[in-house]
Nanobody, 130 residues
Framework: QVQLVESGGGSVQAGGSLRLSCAAS????????VGWFRQTPGKEREGVAAVYFGKDNRIFDDYVKDRFTITQDNAKNTMYLQMNSLGPEDTAMYYCAAYPLATTFQCLGGTMDSRKYKYWGQGTQVTVSV
């Protein structure tokens, strides 16, 4: 059973930083694709970034590319999202999700399709105030 445990959310003022963590466990295969999505009320979840453990990672959201950094600890199956220069528009629930049996291209190429991610964490709230 895949488990995803998020941490690191909170409330900050505009211009501040937060670091989100997602620890993944229970993968039965070596195909370990895990991603970050965010969602605000009334809107669909949007893909932010993804990692393919043991290989590479990618920021998908062009709006955050200059402010967010995605990193991974392959030994711990943990990914991190360092978020800098946060603004109110970054306020959202951030979810960690796993895409089982993805190839590297399916994980890091194209776009992040939330329908392919079958396992989801509980989410961690990020609130940015002016």
């Amino acid at each position: 059973q895949v488990q995803l445990v998020e941490s690191g959310g909170g409330s900050v003022q505009a211009g501040g930083s937060l670091r989100l963590s997602c620890a993944a466990s229970g993968f039965a295969t070596s195909r370990k694709c895990v991603g970050w999505f965010r969602q605000t009320p009334g809107k669909e979840r949007e893909g932010v970034a993804a990692v393919y453990f043991g290989k590479d990672n990618r920021i998908f959201d062009d709006y955050v590319k200059d402010r967010f950094t995605i990193t991974q600890d392959n030994a711990k199956n943990t990914m991190y999202l360092q978020m800098n220069s946060l603004g109110p528009e970054d306020t959202a629930m951030y979810y960690c999700a796993a895409y089982p049996l993805a190839t590297t291209f399916q994980c890091l190429g194209g776009t992040m399709d939330s329908r392919k991610y079958k396992y989801w964490g509980q989410g961690t709230q990020v609130t940015v105030s002016v």
